[in-house]
Nanobody
């Protein structure tokens, strides 16, 4: 049973930084794609960033490119999302997701989800 556990959310001021972590367990993750999505109140869940555990290839939504960095530690395995220069519009519940296939930015194509962690950015 694959489990994803997020941590690291919180309340910060604009232009601050936060790092989210997602610890995976219960499976063999060699060829997995790990991703971060977020969902703000009243909005659809949207793709933020993703990384293939078998390579260094990363993917980002245009809205976070240049501010967020996704990385992974395959030994654990854990995926991180370093969020810099945070803006009030980054406020959302952030979810970690995984799928045992190539990259996709569609949340419906991910098989496993964490419980979510709240990120609130005040202006």
């Amino acid at each position: 049973q694959v489990q994803l556990v997020e941590s690291g959310g919180g309340l910060v001021q604009a232009e601050s930084s936060l790092r989210l972590s997602c610890a995976a367990s219960g499976g063999t993750f060699t060829f997995y794609t790990m991703a971060w999505f977020r969902q703000a109140p009243g909005k659809e869940r949207e793709f933020v960033a993703a990384v293939k555990l078998s390579s260094t290839t990363t993917y980002y939504a245009d809205s976070v490119k240049g501010r967020f960095i996704i990385s992974r530690d395959n030994a654990k395995p854990t995926v991180y999302l370093q969020m810099n220069s945070l803006k009030p519009e980054d406020t959302a519940v952030y979810y970690c997701a995984a799928r045992n296939r190539y990259f996709s930015s569609k949340y419906s194509e991910y098989d496993y989800w964490g419980q979510g962690t709240q990120v609130t950015v005040s202006s």
